[in-house]
């Protein structure tokens, strides 16, 4: 399998050489060649092996489609090494609960930091872990966040030979049980700072370390941000699970609804249906941060300014743009690059918008890949929170909630609809509390966690000491 650039580029390149790589030269995101098709034999036989032999088996087989340049041997041991029972909590990795009517809850957020993306980035850390000693080399990974991305990346590095972890997070303003996560761990690779500043600050430090090629080749630093195709592969496999288990036969078609922010959980979906996975409905769910269901309902796409992107109660699909919104976009213009090139390119960073209102592909967007979107906010959260614990005695979170609540508004008899469950409530316990005046449930593993010793250091928002701290860690 060869991979493209979405913005034309002629390269082509394999799975290994963009694995530890983020953009393409050309600024685009990777996409491969072409979509494999599943036939209904092969559907079949997948079925099987997921019902037989479980969760990594039918990884492995989805991921030796797209990935030729690792020996299957080894891929199926990295595979099983990823999706255990002791890492995700559930031997059934990414159980299905019934909700009520069609609607389904697939859950994706028992792994070891409580949101779906330990799914992509577990397997990301063995990968990582794999190729580099393979090329005996070293990563030295840099990012940004204000929550779940951090902790999932650093769960997934921690103790893994050739990569260090430098994560950068707003002092002070992360919650006290995500400070916990990220901060309680010992690992000698994984280095937590806290910036003095905002999430946005954090942010900047990494963009302008990132520019610095020549600190960026000497200390061989990278990222493991959502546009990384590896991620948005290992999503691929849970479309199947959940469709394997709210079916018993390939001629019944499912409906997802996804709560979206960059896209990329969503368009793993759109991937899947791209295969052949009968998907009747991919139902975009977006928060007050409604720049994809805007899309959506009109083709206009729409970058959100910073004083016009909301801090809300489902905060990590709290974007002004939604970064893997690219690939999509590639697919419905019929692959032409130059077109892309021309929308996502210096036009998008000036105007700060594109309209494809009135192109035919839009028009069809629905009828040819299935999407349809909807919004929700902080009280219809709170609303469904109620509502779903009154009727279902349910707890789930914010995110989740504005799953099931655009879910709701798209549901076709006969079709089940699943609705992707993005994280735990634990994670956002005080909207939890407001809405149902009682904390959730924490997992015994985390009990009492604030209280343990942290390892993080403080600074002010300089890109300098940034570099000098990872400099130091170097040596
Ligand atoms: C990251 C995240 C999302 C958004 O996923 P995208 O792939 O960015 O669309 C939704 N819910 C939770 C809990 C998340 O952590």
Redesign the pocket.
């Known amino acids: 399998m060869q991979y493209l650039s979405t913005r034309g580029h002629p390269d082509r390149k394999r799975f290994c050489e963009i694995l530890l790589e983020g953009l393409a030269p050309d600024g685009g995101l990777y996409l491969p060649e072409h979509y494999p098709q599943v036939s209904d034999a092969t559907l079949s036989a997948w079925r099987r092996v997921y019902h037989d032999e479980g969760y990594a088996a039918l990884a492995f087989e989805v991921l030796s489609l797209y990935i030729d340049d690792i020996p299957a041997q080894d891929l199926r041991a990295l595979c099983e090494t990823t999706y255990t029972e002791e890492v995700f909590g559930t031997g059934e990795i990414v159980p299905l609960r019934h909700l009520e009517d069609d609607l389904w809850l697939e859950g994706l ?1 028992n792994g070891p930091t409580l ?3 330990d799914m992509a980035m577990q397997l990301l850390g063995n990968l990582f872990e794999y190729e580099l000693a393979r090329r005996g080399e070293q990563l030295n990974i840099l990012g940004a966040t204000s ?3 951090g902790s ?1 990346a650093e769960y997934a590095m921690r103790g893994k030979k050739g990569v260090r972890v430098f994560m950068t997070s707003p002092h002070g303003r992360m919650s006290p049980f995500q400070q916990a996560q990220m901060f309680s761990l010992m690992d000698d690779n994984i280095h937590n700072i806290a910036i003095e500043g905002v999430f946005d600050d954090c942010q900047d430090i990494v963009k302008a370390v990132s520019n610095d090629l020549a600190f960026k080749r000497q200390y061989k630093v990278g990222t493991v941000n ?1 546009i990384n195709w590896a991620r948005l592969l290992a ?1 691929v496999v849970y479309y199947f699970a959940g469709y394997f288990q709210a079916t018993t036969a390939n001629e019944q078609s499912v409906s997802f609804a ?10 793993a979906g759109h991937v899947a249906r791209m295969m052949g996975l009968p998907i009747a409905q991919l139902v975009v769910a977006t928060n007050e941060n409604d720049v994809l269901d805007e899309f959506f309902r009109t083709g206009m796409y729409r970058v959100r300014g910073s004083a016009d992107t909301f801090e809300t109660s ?1 905060p ?2 709290d ?1 002004s743009k ?3 919104f690219e690939r999509f976009v590639f697919d419905l213009l019929g692959r032409d690059g130059a077109r892309v090139a021309q929308l996502f390119g210096p036009q998008l960073a000036r105007a700060g918008h594109f309209d494809l209102s009135g192109d035919v592909a839009f028009a069809q967007a629905a009828e040819r890949f299935g999407f349809v979107s909807g919004k929700s906010t902080h009280g219809d959260r709170i609303a469904t929170i109620r509502d779903t614990f009154a009727r279902h005695a349910m707890v789930i ?1 914010t ?2 909630a504005d799953g099931v609540k655009v879910a709701r508004e798209h549901r076709q008899p006969g079709v089940p609809m699943v609705v992707l469950e ?2 735990l409530p634990i ?1 956002f316990a005080e909207t939890i509390v407001e809405a149902l005046g009682q904390q959730p449930e924490r997992p015994a593993r985390f009990e009492g966690i604030e209280a343990l010793p942290k390892r993080v250091v403080v600074m002010p928002a300089s890109v300098e000491m940034v570099k000098a701290y990872m400099v130091e860690k170097c040596e």
């Open positions: 957020s949101a779906f993306k929550g779940d991305t999932a959502s999503q996804v709560p979206s922010g960059n896209f990329g959980n969503v368009c489902s990590s699909m974007i939604a970064s893997n979170d995110h989740t993005t994280a994670k």
